[in-house]
């Protein structure tokens, strides 16, 4: 019965990792990595996370199910993480449920959207995370774009608004919260305040992807578009991921938010969401929605956990600054400013695509076709190692 079922390509992230593990260079670095790593280049086990699983095991609970729509003291305090000072004049239409990680809670909004707006297109940033288009395909959606990033490394704000002046009232408009991925360039105040302006004008429904809250310049200053829709007080959506800021990817940690029109919206709205959970995975996993419930409710372990999110986010601009720093000094006719400009956990490089493969083959460096590397797979070892091989490729 599968014999003309045809074969997919290969994930182009998955498959640099796989080219690096099976790579017996001892100089090899992957820079195609999505994940944060520290300075001994492994993924982190924060303290706030270890001593939340603690006290989860000392308390000897039961493996019972959760919710439909997740732990409440989860989804109460991820909604207080997520508004903040604009929770109160939110509240009574608001709708938080704990998520499978950011793709679980883009998955919800996305099957959600496509019931209450089928006739709807969504609008990605070009470039955008690779699975933003796949996703919204999948749930049925055609998936365009918007101008975002410039051949000349700068951020196409002009052709984002050009093109949000022509959307029909119901499309909708996917953005990144903070830190996007891949070119690490974000929008200043002013452009999330025109942006917001300019959507409910067209009565376009705005879906904030934040996956880095925390990691540009700390959680209430990463806060500031979600303020900007908040404020306003229209409808429109947050998909949330403690994935990188708690460093808990494999436990599938995450949030979707809907602001819906009014108090009278929000019975029918989670309704909605409850029968995709429902029906997609009945009920979100336990163990990571305690833990953060844990972190986020214990005044003492969200100091902590703010602490140590403090130290991701100084170090990968360490490393940017290491980074700019040694390719200025080498390639001294080139800018390379805009790497400390970029925020988050990525630069897009500008490296071309030969660039990139001769950084595989001759010096078992690996980064994505795209040019993004990941700035946090960096560290002190390596820095120098990096810094001359990008610098050999970009001389010849
Ligand atoms: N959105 C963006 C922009 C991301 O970069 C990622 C993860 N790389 C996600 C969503 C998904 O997050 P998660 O791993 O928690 O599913």
């Known amino acids: 019965p599968f014999a003309h079922v045809q074969q997919l390509p290969r994930d182009p992230v998955l498959g640099i990792t796989e080219a690096f593990v099976a790579d017996s260079s001892p100089r090899k670095v992957n820079l195609g990595v999505g994940v944060y790593l520290d300075e001994n280049g492994h993924v982190p086990l924060l ?47 608001l709708v938080t449920v704990q998520a499978l990680g950011g793709t679980g809670a883009l998955k919800l909004g996305a099957d959600f959207l496509r019931t209450t707006n089928p006739s709807a297109r969504i609008w990605i940033s070009d470039p955008s995370w690779e699975n ?19 051949a000349d490394g700068g951020l196409d704000f002009a052709g984002l608004i050009q093109t949000l002046s022509s959307l029909p009232s119901g499309d909708i408009l996917l953005l990144h ?53 908040a404020q306003a007080g229209l409808p429109f959506l947050v998909s949330f991921s403690f994935s990188k800021s708690l460093s808990l990817y494999g436990e599938r940690v995450g949030a979707l938010a809907v602001v819906t029109g009014g108090a009278a919206e929000r019975g029918p709205v989670l309704s909605q969401i409850k029968r995709i959970a429902r029906t997609t995975y009945s009920s979100p996993p336990s163990h990571g ?22 130290l991701m986010r100084d170090r990968i601009k360490a490393m940017r600054e290491g980074l700019a720093e040694r390719l200025r000094v080498q390639v001294p006719d ?13 630069s897009y490089s500008g490296l071309s695509k030969e660039a990139v493969e001769m950084l595989r083959s001759r010096f078992s460096i690996y980064a994505l076709d795209s040019g993004r590397i990941c700035v946090a797979a960096l560290n002190k070892a390596n820095l120098d190692i990096v810094a001359e091989a990008i610098a050999t490729v970009l001389r010849e």
Not at 55 to 74: C, M, N, Q, T, W
Not at 133 to 149: D, H, I, K, N, Q
């Open 47 to 93: 303290d706030c996370v270890q001593q939340a699983e603690e006290e989860l095991l000392r308390r000897k609970g039961p493996h019972s199910y959760v919710p439909i729509d997740g732990i409440a003291a989860f989804d109460n305090a991820v909604a207080s993480l997520i508004f903040s000072g604009e929770r109160p004049s939110l509240d009574e239409r």
């Open 289 to 310: 929605g305690a833990t953060v419930a844990t972190i986020l409710n214990e005044p003492g372990l969200t100091a902590l956990w703010h602490d140590e999110l403090a």
């Open 334 to 346: 080139r800018d390379f400013s805009f790497i400390t400009r970029q925020r988050g956990m990525f």
């Open 132 to 150: 933003h288009r796949a996703l919204f395909s999948a749930a049925g959606f055609e998936v365009e774009t918007y101008p975002y990033y410039r």
């Open 177 to 229: 919260a903070c830190c996007h991925n891949p070119t690490g360039l974000d929008l200043e105040p002013y452009q999330w305040a025109e942006i917001q302006a300019l959507a409910a004008e067209r009565g376009v429904i705005p879906f904030l992807d934040a996956a880095y809250l925390g990691f540009a310049d700390g959680l209430d200053a990463d806060r500031v578009a979600i303020d900007t829709f």
